[in-house]
């Protein structure tokens, strides 16, 4: 599905082309959309019907180094 916002288009996707697009399961997804509202940040469309349309976007986890970790350490 494709919506326009403010001239833009953007790609929807149910919620099993998001969990394989993200390489999780479906539940996964629910999971944390029920707990925190979102998924790592993105937050889906809810249609009158309940079901949810998700952008089509990646989340990208950061390496964990020891750089990183002494960085967050001092945070």
Same mark, same amino acid.
């Given at each position: #599905?494709?919506?326009?916002?403010? @001239?833009?288009? =953007?790609? #929807?996707? &149910?919620?099993?082309?998001?969990?394989?697009? &993200?390489?999780?399961?479906? &539940?996964?997804?629910y999971?944390? +959309?029920?707990?925190?509202?979102? +998924?790592?940040?993105?937050t889906?469309?809810?249609?009158? &019907?309940?079901?949810l349309?998700?952008?089509?976007? #990646?989340?990208?986890?950061?390496?964990?180094?020891?750089?990183?970790?002494? =960085?967050?350490? @001092?945070?």
């Open positions: #599905m494709i919506l326009v916002k403010n @001239h833009i288009l =953007i790609f #929807m996707l &149910n919620t099993k082309q998001f969990a394989e697009l &993200n390489k999780v399961k479906p &539940n996964t997804i999971k944390r +959309y029920s707990q925190f509202g979102s +998924y790592w940040g993105i889906p469309t809810k249609l009158l &019907n309940n079901r349309l998700w952008p089509e976007k #990646m989340i990208h986890k950061k390496p964990v180094t020891k750089h990183t970790q002494e =960085i967050e350490k @001092h945070v």
